[in-house]
């Protein structure tokens, strides 16, 4: 958490107190929204600085391959199929292993066992019922309550 | 009612057919004479290996019993016989062998004790029947058909007896045959991705040689630009490599008895994950207290955790190595 802003610590705690005095109150929610909103932009500030690197250092890449293939490609007699094959085959492997780099910055659908089954939405507050399914606490409280 | 009977009586002599293509239709005989796969245990050997002297599995014989033709008369005559005889031998050892068992503390496996387990019938569902099959296919080199029928010994060896030791030795198998799995494929993107890292350090080499040759001044920028980008790659293609670089396993994935990653995880009322072998041994031998609350706890108030169950399977899709068993 050190890498945090003063203002997302300061949430993050009053999210804890809200929860531990009323689970399912709106202000909870309030808070969560208000603290997810404060990551998102600092995500979203790294973020930039990060894709940007990212992409010149794979130009660049590309770039110095392409320029060593010419090279190599004009002191060839035969072979150029192979070598052409081959240059083509390294390329798409570096647009691989640079997906593979941006992987944890590019959204994506969050996993399931990491998601509400009633809300669809990534979990707060997980809770776990009798049947070993788990659910979002304020959710399954309401649901309950309607219920019985 | 008679096709349902003819498909399962197919799907018998599938299994029989199998294994008896993979083992030679026999099985080797340990611990005292009667068939068994307690022997590879202890051997260097990766699978069972068999020999053509002793009875066949019992998942097998009760194709054969069933009526499904596998040989001749003759052949059938002689496998009842030795299949009687060898039941007589079974009854006279099967107290020794209890008790060597006992004595010397194994939880091996055995086909007696097998067989003797009323919960795993021989039948399409039997427990044993995918197991022997998913090491036949194993050893012969089909490792996505025998991990399957492991995956599927396992679920029904779990449904059966959760905290049994052949659930245990079922994992164990699987895990090994997962291990070499990623083991083969992991070493080749290891080759690729290095080929690929050394491809493109001596390209942006030969590219920074030749601008620099070209250069007049800013020579100390260039020469300092270069090795920063030199160094942003490495990073790159250490990324590219994580997943296949053994770390620690999450503790989130781990059971705090064990520390081992979860294999069938339980949750109890106070929030804590355990494995559900492993916390029942607790209850029934320790007592019936939360171990790391000390809170009262009974086993029916021990929950599945699916949510952890998928995440456990989920890293281990993607970090093969944690299915390393020391």
């Not at chain 2, 058909?145 to 449904?159: C, F, M, Q, S």
Request: a negative charge.
């Amino acid at each position: 958490m050190s890498d945090d802003s003063p203002i997302v610590c300061d949430h993050n705690k009053a999210l804890d107190l809200g929860r531990g005095a009323n689970p399912k109150g709106y202000m909870v929610e309030e808070i969560w929204q208000e603290l997810a909103k404060a990551k998102y932009l600092e995500w979203e500030r790294s973020l930039s600085k990060r894709s940007w690197e990212l992409q010149s250092l794979k130009e660049a890449c590309e770039s110095a391959l392409k320029e060593k293939h010419f090279l190599d490609y004009s002191q060839m007699e035969g072979f150029v199929d192979d070598a052409t094959t081959s240059h083509s085959e390294q390329l798409e492997a570096l647009e691989r292993v640079f997906n593979t780099a941006a992987e944890a910055d590019t959204p994506t659908e969050v996993p399931d066992y990491l998601c509400c089954r009633i809300t669809l939405d990534i979990f707060h507050d997980p809770v776990i019922t009798p049947s070993g399914l788990t659910y979002e606490r304020a959710v399954i409280l309401e649901h309950l309550q309607k219920v019985t | 009612m008679a096709e349902w009977r003819r498909g399962i009586l197919e799907k018998r002599h599938q299994i029989a057919m199998a294994l008896r293509v993979a083992y030679g239709g026999v099985m080797a005989a340990s611990h005292g004479g009667h068939g068994g796969i307690a022997g590879w245990a202890d051997s260097s050997q990766p699978y069972p290996s068999f020999s053509s002297s002793a009875a066949r599995p019992a998942a097998v014989s009760s194709a054969t019993n069933d009526g499904v033709s596998v040989g001749n008369a003759h052949d059938n005559r002689r496998r009842r016989s030795l299949a009687r005889r060898q039941q007589t031998s079974r009854r006279r050892t099967r107290e020794t062998d209890e008790r060597r068992t006992r004595e010397t503390g194994e939880r091996r496996m055995t086909h007696a004790t097998v067989t003797r387990d009323r919960r795993m019938t021989h039948d399409d569902g039997s427990v044993l029947a995918h197991y022997m099959l998913g090491l036949a296919l194993l050893q012969r080199q089909e490792s996505a058909k025998g991990i399957k029928e492991l995956e599927k010994a396992l679920d029904l060896g779990r449904g059966a007896n959760p905290k049994g030791y052949m659930v245990e030795e079922i994992w164990q198998e699987l895990a090994k045959a997962k291990y070499l799995e990623w083991e083969r494929s992991s070493s080749k993107r290891s080759w690729e991705l290095q080929s690929l890292k050394e491809a493109c350090e001596s390209a942006l080499k030969e590219k920074h040689f030749l601008d620099y040759s070209q250069m007049e001044g800013f020579v100390d920028d260039a020469t300092t630009s270069h090795s920063e980008q030199l160094e942003a790659l490495e990073r790159v293609f250490n990324t590219a490599a994580e997943a296949d670089i053994p770390t620690e396993v999450p503790d989130y994935l781990c059971c705090r008895i064990t520390l081992d990653i979860f294999h069938d995880p339980v949750i109890t009322p106070s929030g804590l994950t355990y494995e559900r072998a492993v916390i029942l041994e607790h209850l029934q031998k320790v007592g019936k207290f939360d171990p790391i609350t000390r809170e009262p706890l009974d086993p029916s108030q021990l929950v599945p955790n699916l949510a952890i169950k998928e995440a456990v399977e989920a890293f281990l899709d993607k970090h093969g190595w944690a299915y390393k068993i020391d």
